[in-house]
DNA sequence: CGAGCATGGTGAC
DNA sequence: TCACCCTGCTCGA
C-alpha cells in the first residue's frame, strides 16, 4: 500500500478527523505505551507528509513520526473496539485512527524532524519540491536511473509501482546509468511524477495507464482487483506490453522487482 | 493451512 | 548483498 501518495492521503484524512482536536492517544497492544502516553490528551496541531514519513504535530511540542514501511496500515473508521494487533490508536468521540506493522512510530523533537526531512530529496507531492536538487545528484551517480528513483535521498516517496510506470510512460531504459541520462528525460519523469501522483492521493490507487491505452479503448475487461490501479508494466511479467505487445520483463534491480519493457523503454 | 510474497527500510557482513 | 522486521493476502496442497 504504501507509496508516498498513501502517506500525504493519510495526512489529509488525519487533519480531518485530528488537527486542532484534543486526541485520546494509546496502544491497545503495548508496543508504543510510551509514545501514547507522550500525546494522550493533548491537540494535535497537523499532520503532514514528506515523502513515506508522516509527521504529527501535537500541542505539548512533541511530533509523532510514522513511517509505515512495507505491511504498516494506519486506517481510520468510526469507534469501535480495537481488533487485532493495533499498536498505535488515535481517537476522538467520533473517529478512531489504528496503526499496524510500522516500521515506525516514536515521538521526535522539532529538530529530530528537521534533521529527517533534510535526509530526504524532493518529493513531488510537495509544491516546495525542486527537482534541480535531485538533478544534481542524478547526474552524478553512476547507479542505473532504476535504482537512483528509489533512493529516498535522491527523491521521495518514490515506491516499486511508480518507479516502474514512470521509466515506461516516459520510455525510458532503466538501466542507463544517472550520469548518462538525459535533462530532457529526467524533468520529463518529474513533471510526470507531479502529475500522477496527485491522482493517487485523490483516488487511493496508483492509476497511470493513458486512456488510448485503457481498458475501454482495447477491449480489455477492467480490473477486478479493487486494490491495484491500471498500470503498464507493475507486475505484469511475461503479459503483453500495452503499447506494443512484446513481453514485459522483470529483474531484481535496486533489491526490488523491477518490471519494463525492453522495446518501448529505450531512451537514455 | 502453510508457504510465499508484497507499493519499505535497516543493520550486519 | 543478505537476513530480518511487521501484517495480510493469495495460492497450492
Redesign the pocket.
Known amino acids: 500500500?504504501?507509496?508516498g501518495?498513501?502517506l500525504h492521503r493519510l495526512a489529509i484524512a488525519l487533519n480531518e478527523a485530528f488537527a486542532g482536536r484534543t486526541i485520546t492517544a494509546s496502544s491497545p497492544?503495548g508496543?508504543f505505551t510510551e509514545p501514547a502516553a507522550t500525546i494522550d490528551q493533548t491537540a494535535m496541531i497537523a499532520a503532514s507528509a514528506h515523502?513515506?514519513?508522516l509527521f504529527c504535530e501535537f500541542d505539548c511540542g512533541h511530533w509523532l513520526h510514522v513511517?509505515?514501511?512495507?505491511?504498516?496500515?494506519f486506517l481510520l473508521s468510526e469507534p469501535e473496539p480495537p481488533r487485532?494487533?493495533v499498536?498505535l490508536r488515535l481517537a476522538t468521540a467520533r473517529t478512531v485512527a489504528d496503526l499496524?506493522?510500522?516500521?515506525?512510530c516514536a515521538i521526535k523533537t522539532p529538530a529530530e524532524i528537521d534533521a529527517q526531512i533534510a535526509a530526504l530529496g524532493p518529493d513531488p507531492l510537495r509544491c516546495d519540491a525542486d527537482p534541480e536538487v535531485a538533478w544534481h545528484r542524478i547526474q552524478r551517480a553512476g547507479r542505473p536511473i532504476a535504482a537512483l528513483l528509489?533512493d529516498?535521498a535522491i527523491l521521495?516517496g518514490?515506491?516499486?509501482?511508480?518507479?516502474a510506470e514512470v521509466l515506461f510512460r516516459n520510455r525510458v531504459d532503466p538501466y542507463r546509468p544517472g550520469s548518462k541520462l538525459s535533462k530532457r528525460s529526467w524533468l520529463g519523469m518529474w513533471t510526470d511524477l507531479v502529475g500522477l501522483m496527485p491522482i493517487?492521493v485523490r483516488d487511493g490507487?496508483?492509476d497511470t495507464v493513458r486512456p488510448e491505452h485503457s481498458p475501454e479503448a482495447m477491449g480489455r475487461p477492467p480490473r477486478q482487483?479493487i486494490?491495484?490501479?491500471e498500470v503498464y508494466v507493475?507486475?505484469r511479467a511475461g503479459q503483453a506490453c500495452l503499447v506494443c505487445g512484446s513481453r514485459i520483463r522483470s529483474e531484481?534491480l535496486?533489491?526490488?522487482?523491477l518490471f519494463w519493457c525492453g522495446k518501448c523503454q529505450r531512451r537514455g
Open positions: 500500500m504504501p507509496e501518495h498513501t497492544q508496543r515523502g513515506k514519513h513511517h509505515l514501511g512495507l505491511i504498516g496500515s487485532g494487533q499498536r499496524r506493522g510500522p516500521q515506525l528509489m529516498q521521495s518514490i515506491g516499486n509501482v511508480y518507479r493517487g490507487r496508483i482487483d486494490r491495484g490501479g507493475y507486475r531484481v535496486a533489491g526490488r522487482n
